[in-house]
């Protein structure tokens, strides 16, 4: 049971690409979560999907889009990545948002 | 209205001790309570979690307190280990919300 698989798991991207961040999970998870984490800013919520096909978005939306097309994948895009976008991503999932949230290892993307 | 806000940002205790993290929050619908744990490199993992329909919890070492009329929670570390070592995030949620709002995280360090 693999639980929730993020790739890649690091990446350095110059600014202005673009990059798509993929996550799978394998617990029939309807609702699945992109966080951010920076130095002293805890985990701050970028977009969030509450099943297949929906996705909503969270505190710091701006530069990314999202999309959830299969009910175990949930994707992040940076499509004019900039610096300030350098951060560690988690993707997380539950069954619902008041039980267990699963995480994945983290990417550390940084932004040249 | 949406907030945990945690206390203190780091923490260094000694061996054997006692750490103590705090969290409070606004929203008096918020009844879900958990604590995730995070070691570097690695995505936060659920420690222990409370609902408001008691006021601790106990898991081995691991205690949780809930203060319902001070909106208030917090974590307990009894005879701290450096294997404790790790960022810990409170969070908060309830039936209908849609996330899981995290604060921003307290640094422990367990000194041998």
């Known amino acids: 049971n693999a639980g929730v698989t993020q790739t890649p798991k690091f990446r350095v991207l110059k600014t202005g690409q673009s990059m798509t961040l993929l996550c799978a999970q394998d617990?029939?998870?309807?609702?699945m979560y992109w966080y951010r984490q920076d130095p002293g800013m805890g985990l701050r919520l970028i977009h969030y999907?509450?099943?297949?096909?929906?996705?909503a978005k969270g505190e710091v939306p701006d530069g990314y889009n999202v999309s959830r097309l299969k009910k175990q994948n949930f994707l992040l895009g940076l499509e004019s990545a900039a610096p300030s976008q350098t951060s560690v991503y988690f993707c997380?999932?539950?069954?619902?948002?008041?039980?267990?949230?699963?995480f994945g290892q983290g990417t550390r993307l940084t932004v040249v | 209205q949406q907030q945990v806000k945690q206390s203190p940002q780091s923490l260094i205790v000694q061996k054997g001790g006692i750490s103590i993290i705090n969290c409070a929050y606004e929203?008096?619908?918020?009844?879900?309570f958990p604590w995730y744990q995070q070691f570097p490199g690695k995505g936060p993992a659920l420690l222990i979690a409370i609902r408001p329909d008691v006021s601790e919890k106990k898991e081995g070492r691991f205690t949780i307190s809930f203060n319902k009329s001070a909106k208030q929670f917090s974590l307990h570390i009894m005879d701290s280990q450096p294997g404790d070592s790790a960022t810990y995030f409170c969070a908060a949620s309830f039936t209908g919300f849609q996330k899981l709002v995290f604060g921003t995280g307290t640094r422990l360090l367990v000194s041998p």
């Open positions: 617990m029939n998870h309807e609702y």
């Open positions: 929203n008096t619908a918020f009844d879900y």
């Open positions: 999907s509450v099943g297949e096909g929906t996705t």
């Open positions: 997380a999932s539950s069954y619902f948002p008041n039980t267990e949230a699963f």
